[in-house]
């Protein structure tokens, strides 16, 4: 399963690049990430938990720095295992940075692949939570990067940042609208350039 | 390792059972557990069995609601003669779900508690406007069916919670509804697009279009439009259009965003399509 | 009258060639019919398997500790406990000695087999092997044909054909490779005739792998008693299985027993080496009674249909005739060959279709993936290959401007013809299908072709595929001196409803009625050997080694009466109710010929009869042979549907489906064998497909998995049994368990094109590659 997409992040692209290689950040960007250290200059390791659909998982990984030109290019390959699931991943990430007018545009590409019995499920559940995985990150990233006194969040599942509503209307039975509906909440400032290239990208 | 199976004969105890474990599940029909179950990726260690707490299948006809216990069949959903009659865009909603097998062993509760974004009911209740009634030892809430659905497989039940009824008001402004579903590949796959739609006419000359999407997004979506005064072509661009918004379909073995979309739209259409032939008949 | 010769005067026994009720049936629909895994064995323990999480890695350790810690565990055997006890040995396969029933020292696909747990229940084993964990380093795995072609990653270091076969000695050990066999057909000078011709057609036609989802699963049980090995397994190649195990553990063929009762179904899917090997291997070297009993989701990874690649062009002159065709054929084989040589073999050699063609060349590679195994398959490869000639075919017709059924019925193989692949073509009526189909479906009749947005159109499309050859087959039978039969034979009956059809032939020489005649299920024990009981062989093979019997039996009756009555054995025939005395008009009855023969009630008689076929190798360069088979398999099938413009959706109106089956000994099983073809090739036309995502089957549950339901049945289903007797067939019979299939879902792609002007290569037709394509034609 391949996953790719662009956002832009208000920060410059050095700044942003050395954000993405900070563990202390990342732990918060990547949602469910419980653990995550640096071994060396380009191995990492961690643990990461979550639940969609009554099933849990938690898996450790390891991550491995594969190519690193900076502060343009990063090549990465993740490999992970839940044991109690009989399941493994390996992601391979290949995100590609470029300095804009409004700051750092980051082009990435995601190839996933699940094995096992997680695997066989089909890739819907996958594809909602990488759509989960994406939006936290880039939101947490660019908390990270943006804001200069940046403390990461207490937890990335339950943060506080403003992700983006799900373009979702409900309507209660008393009270129809009378015309299409416009989206029901709109991001501000940088938040809504952020939604804008993350819903383009789709 | 398997769940242990509770049996708790009465709606108290179901509910304390759930509170002291927080991973224990309802257990209704199970056509839904039962399969995670074999996948062997369940997180649950107990199941709490709710089939032997009395009333909890009942079905009543208040006037203006029906009452539907969260034990009642999918299968007496689609054939009792009072559902028939009172909702039938309900009716035809649940007669549409998976095959008689499944619909003689899964339950009204089971199907909304498992918040799958694929189901049938759902979309007909959103439409219909129900009201889901959810109980735990911390009593009971009243949770309206267009804030149940949060997310993928994710609903407003908190944990411990049992759906303990769900309430369709019965209303004589519904003009027209209908139900459409779509498959990809074989007749009897999931759904790759569902819409429910019903005519409500409200203050007279007044129509409202409500329309329930399936499959089409994470979880089922809703959307309404004004209709007065149009003929069918501008309705049935006013729906497409609202609906349109509100898609956002998971990318699967049944097909891509794009083609889901365009099967969304199809759906839309061909609802409309009902309504009107069904309005023009009255 | 000698079995070796057609002739309908000698048969009047009346049993062959009336629709005889399904052997079984009664108890089949009450649900009291015993499956192999109902046969009562000795208290077993089960077995749980721990499969691999990754697609091509080596194992670097297995924890054991927590499975062994849980209660009722009574051992966990790994890939290096079996290979420590049998070596080399280890290693099974019908054409390779490459696959371990367990993994040893490397895992080669998701969900190969790397520990198993024996427990005292199912859910205990099954618990247990989820406990274990396996230490991994990853090795790049191969996903795609083309990427097994072109990369440097190998799924084996090097190939391990059986040493059996003296056709793939030359590969033995071979390296840096993935390709285990390659099938080359050369005739005439197919580059020139190509270059030549006024008009050239070509594709790249893509089949997805599919599972055979037979609906009763996989369960297979073994112990030791005596010194000998006993196994109740889901088989049909019981004698096959018989014959590998006895090599892997070194035992006499008598030391190996194999039983098997009534299949649920199979396609090819329980065939050589499954679950066999995995607890012959573990009771033996344990000294344990074992039972393995799969889930759904194991079936998945089990065994597949390969998926087949095709590169191919076909040329015509002027005339509408077809002048040459190419093809290059890619079969993924998944992690170990199976058979897969042999599909690539079988099926390569009639791809380029059922046609007078003089100048053809065919390259038909196996190819290792890191895929499940692929094996058999309804159809055997050949309806792959038949996907990519039959919509080539289609589009030389139109591109020439002349009606598909005409083209074809002006170039296809005639009795006496010879076939591209060298042999001399007999009792294989094309035409009589072709137009079979084409009358049924109404051809010629005015079409409406859009109604809304709703387009319709026809479809044609012809299959070819050659039997076995060669094989063996034996028949005991036992006449009871009630004049009741028992017949011993090695045939599976896996729903086809080879029990009914064997009593009838034994019935129809005998003059013994229905229910007379009881067939035994197979137990290598007392069954004699029988190659297999697939590709649609056994009527034929089994049948005539079953006559043969019958006659033998005949004869010796007809000698015992004529002693006893004291006349000549010319003078007498065999009659309904006894033997008869033509100059003295006396009868003496089947149960007063035995007694007396005997003096005593209850006694039997037996005979015995060998039925074996041969053929001659083909040239290992040219691929031609002037005997490739034994017989010939020939159908077609045409379709009338419609395409739904606005969702893509295809709608079948009527399909028809013929089959030429030499004689058809039972009517009603014939007719279900033709429509249970068309139904399943309908589903491999329309969705049925196994989505792989990096090796990983995302789609391997019966949640997903797509299968033709009731409802998505054609309006019209019509079968046609078409009878052009084969000189030595038994009363002119063949087999037609494949014939139904092959030819479908080129129809319905062709019915596709009539309707919307668009060639679809790649299967499924699902709605969004419908849609996809209408798009795209649109943008053009």
Redesign the interface.
Known sequence: MQISSNFTIAAQTSHVFGTLLDPKVMIKCIQGCEELERIDETHYRGRITNEVAHIKFNARFAAEITELDYPNHIRAVLNGEDRHLGSSIKVTILLDLEPTEEGSAIAYQMEIALWGKLGRLGESIVRRKSLEFERDFISELSRACVQPEYTPGPSSSQQEAPTPEPVQIAVPPAAPTSHPPAAASRPIGWFAKLLAFFRRSR | MNPRILRPESLADACALLSQDEDALVYGGGTALQILRKQGILSASSFVDISGIPGLNNLHHTGNELLVGPMVSIRRMETDPVVRESVPIASAAYAKVANPRVRNTATVGGNIAHGDYRLDPPVALLVLGATIKATSTAGTRAIPIDKFFIDFQLTALNRGEIVTSIEIPISNDVVASTFVKFSSLSANDWPSASAAAAIVARDGEAQILRLALGALAPTPVMTAVDITGMREAQATEAAVESAMLIMDPLPDVRGGVEYKRNLGRIAVENAVRNLWRDRQSV | MSSEVFSLESQDGNAVGQSWKRTNSESKVMGTFRYTADLPVPKCLYLGV??A???HARIDGIETESAMAIPGVVKVITGADLYDALGENLFTGPAFSDQPPVAWQRVRY?GEPVAVVLAEDL?TA??AA?EI?VEYE?ITPVLDVNAALEGTDYVHDELRPSAVFPDLRHLMGKRDTNVNYEYNLIRGDSETAHQEAPVTVSGEFWTPPTSHVAIENFSASAWVEENRLELVSTTQTPSYVRQAIATMLNLRLNQVRVRTLGLGGSFGSKMYDRLEPLVAAIAWTQKLPVRLEL?R?EA?VLTTRHGVAVSSRMSADANGNIVAATADVRYDTGAYADIGPRIAAKSGMVACGPYRIENAKIKSRCIYTNKPSAGPFRGFGVPQVTWSHESLVDDLARDLGEDPARFRRRNLLREGDVSPVGTVMHSADFIGCLDAVTEAIGWTDPLEKIEGSWKWGRGVAVGIKAVLTPTVSNAVLQLNQDASATLLISTVDMGQGSDTIMAQIVADVLFLGPDRVRVINPDTDVTPYDTITAGSRSTYHTGNAVKKAAETMRDRLIEIAAKQMGVSASDCKLAPGGVISSSSQRLISLEDLILSQFGAAGTTMTAEANFTTEWVPYDRTTGQSTKITEHWFAGAAAAELGVDT????IRIRHLAVAGDVGRAINPALVNQQLLGGAIMGM?HA??DEI?F?????????L??Y????I??MPEKLTPIIVENPHRTGPFGAKGVGETGLIPIAPAIANAVRDAIGIRITTLPL???KV??ALANQGNK
């Not at chain 3, 606005?646 to 959706?649: D, F, I, L, N, V």
């Not at chain 3, 995502?693 to 549950?701: F, M, R, Y």
């Open positions: 721990h499969r999480n990754q697609p998701v859910a099954r618990a989820d964990y990853f889930t989701e998945f606005r969702t893509g959706r589903g329309l969705f989505v995502d990096q090796g990983q089957i995302v789609n391997g549950t949640l997903d797509q299968l033709p339901s409802k998505d699902t709605p969004e849609l996809s």
